[in-house]
């Protein structure tokens, strides 16, 4: 579902890393490549996590964090990955769905209105979702998330026909999302993530979903400066490290590199909560437009979502993951509402 679930190679700036191996006779070298742009709250907390790292193992394990994606985007590393180029990565469910897409079922369009509900469905399927992960030859180390999408547009967006008539941003190489969107009447441009600023700046495309965050740290909003106040679905995401990999550590001191990556990914989620008004606020001084979504409208998008259901399910989506995912999230909204929630 890399084109359904909208997204930027850079909305992993939160949350992408890959890890490459080496075992010189002092100990064990991480080499550590991000999207995250030097200098970046998340690249921040990834050099937090290195020296964490180093002072759990004594100095045996190191990281080294290269910066800025140059070891290439989700797909890229989970393949290198797999040939053992690189050991470990920080993805998207983008990149967690080359090895089990199961994980769709956690970003299915307008299916979640909280993290919350996220969170719940995610920590019920965890053990099946992981065990799976592990049988494919990765551990997850953490889940995370980069925000909640929204679709930044070169025209004003506040309905589904308004997008309908925009050249929408898709994730090159999944052709069933393509025909998911089409069948629908939007108007996908797949194209590699790397091409979509100037793609945005010669018009080939004209609107995109990504997270404020990654808008901000990427300045898409200066090309696309209106912002749909919709939550289209949360980026999810999880540090995965090959199993041959984490083996080759002592094992005595996996639990307590394990627990620094969890830190890790909380802190990851923390910093995006915290500076989603700031971000916004920070662009709209900037130029960027709100679009403001009513009841109505809000409908309207629930039911172009929703008509896609029929070509995630199964085609993109696993049928039992999907009705899972769906499953536990009702029994999430049930139980609040017996607590008085929402």
């Known amino acids: 579902m890399k084109g359904l679930i909208v997204r930027s190679s850079r909305a992993l700036c939160a949350s992408l890393f890959a890890l490459v191996l080496s075992l010189p006779a002092d100990g064990q070298i991480v080499k550590l490549a991000t999207l995250a742009p030097e200098g970046s709250s998340w690249h921040n907390i990834l050099k937090e996590t290195a020296a964490q790292w180093k002072t759990i193992s004594g100095g045996k394990v190191t990281l080294r964090i290269y910066a800025g994606g140059t070891q290439g985007d989700d797909p890229d590393v989970v393949r290198k990955m797999k040939l053992g180029?690189?050991?470990?990565g920080v993805l998207t469910s983008v990149g967690v769905a080359e090895i089990d897409n199961s994980v769709y079922a956690l970003g299915v369009p307008l299916m979640f209105e909280s993290d919350e509900e996220v969170y719940a469905t995610l920590e019920k399927m965890r053990p099946r979702l992981e065990a799976s992960i592990e049988k494919q030859g990765f551990i997850i180390l953490n889940w995370a998330d980069a925000g909640w999408v929204h679709f930044f547009t070169q025209k004003p967006v506040a309905t589904p026909d308004d997008l309908k008539a925009l050249k929408l941003?898709?994730?090159?190489?999944?052709?069933?999302?393509?025909?998911?969107?089409?069948?629908?009447?939007?108007?996908?441009?797949?194209?590699p993530s790397t091409e979509?600023?100037?793609?945005?700046?010669?018009?080939?495309?004209?609107?995109?979903?990504?997270?404020?965050?990654?808008?901000?740290?990427?300045?898409?909003?200066?090309?696309?400066?209106?912002?749909?106040?919709?939550?289209?679905q949360l980026l999810l995401g999880a540090s995965v490290i090959s199993k041959k990999t984490w083996e080759q550590i002592p094992a005595d001191i996996r639990p307590a590199l394990k627990a620094a990556a969890e830190d890790a990914g909380r802190k990851m989620r923390a910093e995006v909560i915290a500076s989603l008004a700031k971000d916004v606020e920070a662009m709209k001084k900037r130029g960027l437009n709100v679009v403001a979504v009513d009841a109505k409208a809000r409908a309207a998008w629930q039911k172009a979502a929703e008509a896609m259901y029929p070509q995630v399910r199964g085609p993109i989506v696993p049928a039992e993951a999907f009705d899972e995912a769906l499953r536990y999230r009702d029994e999430y909204r049930k139980s609040k509402a017996g607590k008085g929630g929402k």
Do not use: R
């Open 85 to 88: 180029v690189l050991n470990a």
């Open 169 to 191: 941003f898709t994730w090159q190489g999944d052709a069933k999302a393509v025909s998911a969107w089409k069948s629908a009447g939007f108007n996908p441009v797949p194209l």
């Open 196 to 232: 979509i600023a100037t793609a945005l700046q010669t018009g080939l495309v004209t609107a995109l979903g990504v997270p404020p965050q990654v808008a901000v740290i990427s300045q898409y909003y200066n090309q696309a400066k209106n912002m749909t106040d919709l939550k289209w």
